[in-house]
Nanobody
Framework: QVQLVESGGGLVQPGGSLRLSCVASGDTLDYYTVAWFRQAPGKKREGVSCLKPDNRPHYRDSVKGRFTISRDGTNNTVFLLMSSLKPEDTAVYSC?????????WGQGTQVTVSS
């Protein structure tokens, strides 16, 4: 079964950038849709972005033009480049893939946007 490990979170000032990484082991991500979700304190988890197997990206409206999802097939890694960060982007970000064995989640990485 696939295992997902995120990294790259941290504390950043408003307007700053971070790049999140999600490394997969146990299965290749190329064949599946991969996604990033986030959950802020006291709020429901929400989808941020997803990448189809044909590499077509999709974004929630609030991050369009600021976030970019991409895939590195060689290293079986998915990235989320986040720019022009806002305090409302503060959340735990998790990657997700639904492969032949079912849904899989990473442990999450904290992103805090604050001055």
């Amino acid at each position: 079964q696939v295992q997902l490990v995120e990294s790259g979170g941290g504390l950043v000032q408003p307007g700053g950038s971070l790049r999140l990484s999600c490394v997969a082991s146990g299965d290749t991500l190329d064949y599946y849709t991969v996604a990033w979700f986030r959950q802020a304190p006291g709020k429901k988890r929400e989808g941020v972005s997803c990448l189809k197997p044909d590499n077509r990206p999709h974004y929630r409206d609030s991050v369009k033009g600021r976030f970019t999802i991409s895939r590195d097939g060689t290293n079986n890694t998915v990235f989320l480049l986040m720019s022009s960060l806002k305090p409302e982007d503060t959340a735990v970000y998790s990657c997700y893939v639904d492969d032949a064995y079912g849904p899989h989640w990473g442990q999450g990485t904290q992103v805090t946007v604050s001055s």
